[in-house]
């Protein structure tokens, strides 16, 4: 057994970047130190990569406000797993695998994960093994990876006993895009605009991580309006998803009343993006070195209206949600996740605030302009669908107060500073999606142009826990289940 080695031991006198990362080259027994140190809850797995003639490992201590990222030469792209040591790496292990060859050794779960044997000159691949479960009365139920309505591919594998499920694996990448490759050796600015397609639902806060990656790397200044405005850019974002996600879980409970209110209000949010921003999901607004769509008078008095009418309608949603017993039967018990659980996977996100996690970049790693807002993490301990969509409500109220906070801050000024000269370099990010923390990794070559990049969605350490969740429910609430998660496939399959 590995003695865990602590971040904040390790890191000892070590000085971070502009980005805020400790970076440091490690040999293999620090390697599996650091991965028995996230076993043992001692800090947690941020993202695991490969680039190159190296695994890198971003770890992250939120209580010591510590972040770093380990460097392993591999050998011929051997290296220790990590999964081994700590089951959350375990599927970017088998992603990294299938998309650069590694081989982690000692890694239990060989099986592929993104790679579905369709990529030319991989060859035929034999029929994906799920996992077996074996026992008297136990049947399967295969689900997907088409599904009914507008959602993207994934499928579902139960196994249940009557209607009760005793276990749910699922099989994703049938999205895959090759998005790593598709930035390896592009412009910034091309780079930009991939990122920002990785999730359309998340495309403000993956292009505020890569934007941020990159700033780092060059020390590329951002003038304070544009830093308010991706603020803006952000909650309305943020705002955005959370009220869609509310209408569809009492959706799926079959109150449609209050799917359609959200409905409306989602698309109240949407179009006075596009009428402020220029586009409804403000895909390509936020860039390098600033933003590429300024707020004019009007359009601030356009974003005031709408944060009257959110808080009013919030407030009527949350009285009817309340006032229905029958649809909290639905939600109240059902899909729990355990706090121990929660924690293990680092689970970011209203996943893990449900679940008792504070954890929130916006104010663990706070960055600009969360730096200089009073920002309240809100968190439940339930962890179960009711919790979910509460903690969903709490932030809707939290982001209209944040706009408001913002636009009062706006004052006249530029919304990009000056590129810097090409150079290259490494950035990192963390920032706060709706749907919980994205990571991007930057290394810029001499060239200027991105040499490798890489971005970890929330969903990652959030898919296995749908799995937990919904064991011992019975099938007829998985879609409920799976609503309150709202798992990234696009995210998640890159």
Same mark, same amino acid.
């Given at each position: 057994m590995t003695a865990?080695?602590?971040?904040s031991v390790w890191l000892g006198g070590r000085s971070a970047g502009p980005d805020g990362y400790v970076r440091a080259a490690v040999d293999a027994a620090a390697w599996e130190g650091l991965a028995a140190g996230c076993a043992a809850g001692s800090h947690d797995l941020s993202a695991l990569w490969a680039?190159?003639?190296?695994?890198?490992?971003?770890?992250?201590?939120? #209580?010591? +406000?510590?972040? &770093?990222?380990? $460097?392993? %030469? *591999?050998?011929?792209?051997a290296y220790p797993s990590v999964g081994r040591h700590h089951a959350p790496a375990?599927?970017?292990?088998?992603?990294?695998?299938?998309?650069?060859? *590694?081989?982690?050794?000692?890694?239990?779960?060989?099986?592929?994960w993104l790679d579905h044997g369709r990529w030319p000159g991989r060859g035929d691949r034999p029929a994906y093994a799920f996992l077996p479960a074996e026992g008297e009365g136990l049947h399967q139920?295969?689900?997907?990876?088409?599904?009914?309505?507008?959602?993207?591919?994934?499928?579902?594998?139960?196994? $249940?006993? +009557?209607?009760?499920?005793?276990?749910?694996?699922?099989?994703?990448?049938?999205?895959?895009?090759?998005?790593?490759?598709?930035? $390896?050796?592009?412009?910034?600015? *091309?780079?930009?605009?991939?990122?920002?397609r990785i999730s359309g639902d998340s495309t403000v806060a993956y292009a505020w991580a890569f934007a941020r990656a990159v700033e780092m790397a060059l020390g590329w200044s951002v003038p304070p309006r544009a830093i308010l405005l991706r603020?803006?850019?952000? /909650?309305? /974002?943020?705002?955005?998803?959370?009220?869609? #996600?509310v209408g569809a879980i009492c959706n799926d409970a079959s109150v449609l009343a209050i799917h359609a209110q959200c409905a409306v209000q989602r698309e109240d949010v949407l179009a006075t993006s596009a009428a402020c921003f220029g586009h409804r999901l403000m895909m390509d607004r936020v860039v390098p070195g600033g933003v590429a $769509? #300024?707020?004019?008078? /009007? !359009?601030? !008095?356009?974003?005031?209206?709408?944060?009257?009418?959110?808080? /009013? *309608?919030? %407030?009527?949603?949350l009285r009817v949600y309340e006032s229905m017993p029958s649809l909290q039967d639905r939600t109240v018990t059902t899909g729990i996740v355990s706090a121990e659980l929660v924690r293990q996977y680092a &689970?970011?996100?209203?996943? !893990?605030?449900?679940?008792g996690r504070a954890f929130d970049v916006r104010g663990s790693f706070a960055y600009a302009p969360y730096d200089d807002v009073a920002l309240a993490i809100r968190t439940r301990t339930a962890g179960d669908v009711d919790a979910r969509l509460l903690v969903r409500l709490d932030e809707i109220e939290d982001s209209v107060a944040i706009v408001e906070r913002l636009l009062s801050r706006l004052a006249p000024g530029p919304v990009r500073g000056e590129r810097p000269p090409v150079a290259e370099g490494e950035g990192a990010a963390l920032v706060e999606a709706f749907r919980g923390d994205v990571f991007v990794a930057v290394r810029l070559g001499v060239d200027g142009r991105v040499a490798h990049a890489h971005a970890r969605d929330a969903s990652w350490f959030q898919w296995p826990l749908l799995e937990a969740a919904v064991e011992g429910n019975i099938v007829a609430d998985f879609p409920l289940c799976n609503k309150s998660f709202n798992c990234s496939y696009s995210g998640h399959d890159l």
């Open positions: 865990p080695l602590l971040l680039d190159g003639d190296r695994m890198c490992m971003a770890l992250n201590d939120a #209580d010591r +406000g510590l972040r &770093a990222i380990a $460097a392993l %030469a *591999t050998e011929q792209g375990v599927r970017l292990e088998r992603a990294m695998r299938d998309l650069y060859g *590694t081989r982690p050794l000692g890694l239990a779960d060989m099986r592929p139920i295969p689900v997907g990876p088409v599904h009914a309505g507008i959602i993207e591919p994934g499928h579902f594998r139960f196994t $249940a006993n +009557g209607e009760t499920v005793v276990r749910l694996e699922e099989r994703l990448g049938y999205v895959h895009k090759g998005v790593e490759s598709l930035m $390896a050796g592009a412009p910034v600015e *091309t780079a930009a605009r991939i990122v920002g603020g803006v850019m952000a /909650e309305l /974002e943020r705002m955005a998803h959370h009220i869609g #996600d $769509a #300024d707020l004019s008078a /009007e !359009g601030i !008095g356009q974003v005031r209206g709408l944060l009257r009418r959110l808080a /009013e *309608t919030r %407030a009527e949603i &689970a970011g996100g209203f996943v !893990g605030r449900a679940s």
